[in-house]
């Protein structure tokens, strides 16, 4: 299979917060929030492996700043690694302000993708080649929520975290 680099299965949505979309404060629902990052995380997973591809997990969210009613919010998503059959995919989410057009983060998330064929079976997945600093950074990153994931679900051994070992134990 040939690699790919992030910037191949970036995808970018763009929308406007509606009032069917907010709460009593005005402010983007989260659930609203976390089904648009779902959509362009499987997009970005689809383009990343062309397959059909599920949601795994949620790995984090951080709902750093509300999104009030009237926004423009950008949804950006990447593939940050593969792995055999699936794909972390790093998700930042923009809002435009209405008067100056500036840019700010409001929220980022990290979900995981897996790629199946027509069965429902995972398939494998083409390997991923960071360019930039930030995509190199959220590469390495990945490995070790991945081995932290396994070990507290408990399908990796402490031991064999060799990612997390290397965060805690001084190399000899």
């Known amino acids: 299979m040939e690699p790919k680099t992030p910037s191949e299965s970036r995808t970018i949505m763009t929308d406007l917060v509606l009032p069917s979309e907010t709460n009593p404060l005005n402010n983007l629902f989260g ?14 997973a689809r383009r990343h492996s062309r ?32 792995f055999r059959t699936s794909m972390e995919v790093f998700i930042d989410v ?15 998330a990290i979900y995981t993708f897996v790629a199946v064929d027509d069965t ?7 390997p991923l080649v960071p360019e930039t600093q930030q995509e190199k950074e959220r590469y390495a990153a990945a490995l070790r929520r991945k081995q932290l994931s396994l070990v507290l679900a ?6 064999e975290a060799t990612e997390l070992k290397a965060l805690f134990v001084p190399s000899e």
């Open 31 to 44: 659930g609203e929030l976390l089904a648009r990052m779902d959509r362009a995380a499987s997009i970005a």
């Open 51 to 82: 397959r059909i591809v599920v949601t795994a997990s949620v790995n984090h969210v951080a709902f750093n700043r509300s999104v009030p009613l009237g926004s423009v919010v950008t949804v950006e998503a990447a593939i940050s690694r593969n």
């Open 94 to 108: 923009w809002i435009e302000d209405r008067f100056s057009g500036q840019r700010t983060k409001a929220n980022e």
């Open 120 to 126: 429902g079976k995972p398939t494998e997945v083409p």
């Open 154 to 159: 408990g399908k990796m051994k402490p031991a």
